[in-house]
């Protein structure tokens, strides 16, 4: 069995062809090994820069001319198909097999700079890991690169926190998926709110309108060691807004600033047919603005009671924390009809975590540790239109 699997690589030959693109160029090159039987077992194309690149593993174990023949021939030919070619044996040149294949699609997100793919290929190397494919895709001087990595024989999640820590010490952004999981077709983003979509924490702008900026921040650290949970903590601070007035809750949402790149960021999901939802552990009266705003599909959030026009401060019905945002991201997923495989979650908290886990594709955004090891990558704040190109949307953004 071993000598025949070797007999067959001897008839197995990489050819490689660099022209000028223009269309019927791959028929044209392809229509002599086809006349003489020559198998196309496996190929690789594309397009840079008006580049045409393509590489192609052909059988002659059947054909009726030999690798130099057809070599010779292409090379009469290459000047009238406006090409150049290369010949090689498989067999001389082929890598290492791995016995069993672990693949993940590893996306880095990046301010474009010299030696981003060197640093990358390092942190790989470092662990053995095999880079299988990568592909570079530049608007403006944001750079995305996708690779495809085989992990081998490694332990996965080792792997990804060596990846994810590394590019972080490079100052890169990384999100790092399963290659069956990244392959599947994505319906329904939901974000959060406070320092996602909004690049502020209302409650801190609601605290300083009622000149209790103090007692609200001591809750919130309480919360953040741990010394009380969320749900008590939200309700602390919002029994310190009783009796603010409705006009204050306006005068805030009129001023609402959105985090760089989001208001672009939804449009482009709209336009290219996503469901977008708003979960947030803040309040009704903002996800209703942005809503409007921005055209969210849902939005859910906690309900600030108000009787004649001021705050109660207290919250009607039952409080959205982490288990709820959890929950809510597997009730759209029977709304719509799809798996929660559909679903990417982008959130910068602890209160996100159950949420981000929940989802096909969690992303921590401009975050704490907390959410970035439960999360399959990270984006910093500046470069949040990363995301249509970690959803793989950044060519067909360009055509919109």
């Not at 790989?124 to 570079?136: G, K, P, Q, T």
């Not at 600033?257 to 989001?262: I, K, N, Q, R, V």
Request: proline share 2%; charged share 30%; net charge negative.
């Amino acid at each position: 069995m071993c000598a025949n699997t070797e007999d067959h690589f001897k008839d197995l030959w990489v050819i490689s062809f660099v022209g000028r693109d223009r269309p019927g160029l791959i028929r044209d090159i392809l229509q002599l090994p086809a006349e003489r039987n020559v198998n196309i077992v496996d190929m690789d194309q594309r397009v840079l820069q008006g580049l045409f690149i393509m590489s192609v593993v052909a059988d002659f174990s059947r054909a009726a001319i030999t690798p130099e023949e057809l070599e010779e021939e292409m090379q009469r030919r290459s000047e009238s198909l406006g090409i150049q070619c290369m010949f090689l044996p498989l067999e001389r040149y082929r890598g290492i097999r791995r016995s069993r294949k672990n693949l993940y699609v590893v996306t880095i997100i990046a301010r474009d700079r010299v030696g981003i793919i060197r640093d990358v290929a390092s942190v790989a190397s470092a662990r053995d890991i095999n880079i299988e494919r990568a592909a570079v895709t530049a608007r403006g001087d944001l750079i995305s690169i996708e690779f495809v990595m085989d992990f081998g024989e490694s332990d996965p999640d080792e792997c990804r926190e060596w990846i994810r820590s590394e590019c972080e010490r490079l100052g890169l952004d990384v999100v790092v998926q399963r290659l069956d999981k990244a392959r599947k077709e994505k319906r329904l983003i939901v974000f959060d709110m406070d320092m996602t979509i909004v690049d502020f924490e209302i409650i801190n702008r609601l605290a300083s309108f009622a000149g209790v900026d103090e007692e609200v921040r001591q809750i919130t650290d309480k919360a953040m060691n741990g010394e009380i949970d969320f749900e008590e903590s939200l309700r602390r601070r919002v029994r310190l807004l009783k009796g603010m007035p409705v006009s204050a809750l306006k005068e805030i949402a009129d001023q609402l600033s959105l985090t760089p790149g989001s208001e672009e960021l939804i449009h482009h999901l709209k336009q290219m047919g996503y469901k977008i939802a708003l979960i947030s552990g803040g309040f009704t009266y903002f996800t209703d603005v942005l809503k409007e705003r921005l055209g969210f599909d849902y939005t859910f959030a906690n309900e600030l009671e108000i009787q004649d026009g001021r705050l109660t401060g207290e919250i009607k019905g039952e409080i959205i924390d982490a288990e709820a945002k959890g929950e809510i991201v597997k009730r759209l997923a029977e709304i719509e009809g799809i798996s929660p495989d559909s679903i990417v979650a982008v959130g910068d908290g602890a209160n996100d975590c159950i949420m981000i886990q929940n989802a096909g594709l969690g992303v921590a955004f401009n975050a704490k540790d907390v959410l970035k090891k439960v999360s399959d990558g990270s984006i910093s704040r500046e470069n949040l239109l990363g995301l249509l190109n970690i959803l793989g949307l950044a060519d067909r953004r360009s055509l919109l």
